[in-house]
């Protein structure tokens, strides 16, 4: 009897070890994967999604830090660059990507990719995104990022507002249309407004529709030796132009307004007019967030007197920092979410015309898309495929990128000058000051890196 309980307690004893064994495997296995993302309505859209990809990957464990654009760039640019690894996947878009992977900041996922063909999600298709996004999103040949979406810059109004004043957009209006328009159908006593346009200071808000403004005038922020032109009567009478449009027909408090506080004014019809990113499509005919939705048109963006560098170039992407620690991890979130599988697991959850747009063929070609999104969907294309940023300028320029420059130093110098243009959309300085100012800034911080003397 004592050897029958002896021997039962061995193997009690070897059973619980062989169970901690096995639970210290699985937890081992277990890893946690962080993701910086950008705080807008497709980002917000796809955390309430991934308790799918957890269910379908539950080793993963995702933690998102969702941060406002301009924070979300700060925030990652000194975690990349100071390689402080608090992220294993980070959201950042085509200036950052090519910058980034030059310095070999980023992993090359075409090498990833071969290195874990497990981890990628089934019929992925890295051929299938649109050429154009895929190369600004690429270095020396090899894919760095993978989009959530894409955009160009397009024209929102209000079809109501302009059938009741009379007034018909054309397919290609140019900005001196743009403001009779907005001119017109300014009505702030009844809580409408002209057009809303970005304010806010940010390289990435409010420069992105200013220097579409800047390269259709004519303007440059650099002659071809690297220096700056920000005092040139082009550049002035670009941003006066801006400035002035949006204090006289605009939506109050621009200087506040970024993409999110402008899409809410149009959403909420309080705005006749938008000229911004079109992502926003998608956002403006979906009924859980737009008020407008059988009254938004779209049109091209504007242009001005020279037909170059009118529409932008964007993409927010997906890229893994070198520093993670669990690259095969984040490879697998980072295929699952920019997917086939995942566009349509949104088409099919809160509508087609609400999928991430701008990044696959397949995403045009489907049937469904183009029912939902017909109003948008080919113009978006259209305008994604024909945006140039090598050839953005009517004269000749060392850098590339429509609504940015593409070097480093455009992060800090860009802000600043924004600063500058914000303050005199709140009526705190005149525009020659702003520019005057911005040049100083511009000249010292290329001075500072060694682009002049």
């Known amino acids: 009897m004592k050897k029958r309980f002896s021997l039962f307690l061995v193997l009690l004893v070897l059973s619980s070890l062989l169970m901690l064994q096995f639970s210290a495997a699985v937890a081992q296995d277990s890893v946690t994967i962080t993701i910086?993302?950008?705080?807008?309505?497709?980002?917000?859209?796809?955390?309430?999604?991934?308790?799918?990809?957890?269910?379908a990957y539950p080793n993963i464990n995702l933690s998102f830090v969702m941060l406002p654009e301009n924070e979300l760039r700060a925030r990652v640019t000194t975690d990349i660059t100071t390689g402080a690894g608090s992220f294993d996947v980070v959201q950042i878009g085509t200036f950052e990507t090519p910058i980034f992977a030059k310095n070999q900041w980023l992993a090359s996922l075409d090498d990833l990719m071969a290195q874990y063909p497990d981890n990628v999600q089934p019929d992925y298709d890295v051929q299938d995104l649109l050429e154009a996004v895929r190369l600004g999103l690429s270095y020396e040949g090899e894919l760095y990022a993978v989009p959530f979406y894409a955009e160009s810059s397009m024209t929102f109004y209000n079809k109501a507002m302009f059938a009741e004043a009379g007034l018909e957009m054309p397919e290609q209006p140019t900005w001196d249309q743009i403001r009779e328009f907005?001119?017109?159908?300014?009505?702030p006593a009844n809580d409408r407004y002209g057009i809303a346009l970005r304010g806010l200071p940010g390289w990435g808000e409010v420069l992105a529709p200013l220097n579409t403004v800047v390269n259709t005038y004519g303007a440059r922020w650099f002659d071809e030796n690297w220096q700056p032109q920000l005092n040139t009567p082009e550049f002035k009478e670009a941003v006066n132009f801006y400035v002035n449009l949006v204090r006289d027909c605009g939506v109050p408090g621009a200087a506040n307004n970024g993409f999110s506080e402008s899409l809410t004014m149009m959403a909420q019809g309080k705005a006749a007019m938008w000229v911004d990113a079109t992502v926003a499509a998608g956002f403006l005919t979906d009924p859980e967030q737009s008020q407008i939705v059988d009254d938004v048109g779209f049109a091209m963006a504007p242009v001005g007197p020279v037909a170059k560098g009118y529409h932008w170039l964007w993409s927010w992407a997906y890229a893994i920092p070198s520093t993670s620690q669990h690259q095969a991890a984040a490879l697998q979130f980072l295929t699952w979410c920019t997917s086939k599988d995942y566009i349509t697991l949104v088409g099919e959850t809160y509508g087609w015309q609400t999928v991430p747009p701008g990044t696959r063929v397949s995403t045009y070609e489907n049937p469904k898309y183009q029912e939902a999104a017909g109003a948008f969907a080919n113009l978006t294309r259209q305008l994604i495929e024909t945006a140039d940023p090598t050839d953005q300028t009517r004269d000749p320029v060392p850098y590339v990128g429509v609504q940015f420059v593409g070097i480093p130093e455009?992060?800090?110098?860009?802000?600043?000058?924004?600063?500058?243009?914000?303050?005199a959309i709140a009526g705190q300085i005149t525009v020659d000051e702003a520019l005057t100012r911005g040049q100083d800034i511009v000249e010292r911080a290329m001075r500072d890196a060694g682009y002049i003397q």
Do not use: E, K, M, Y
């Open 36 to 55: 910086a993302v950008v705080n807008n309505p497709d980002q917000r859209r796809l955390l309430t999604l991934s308790d799918q990809f957890h269910a």
């Open 182 to 187: 907005a001119c017109a159908l300014h009505d």
């Open 410 to 423: 455009f992060q800090g110098f860009g802000t600043d000058v924004s600063q500058q243009i914000s303050a």
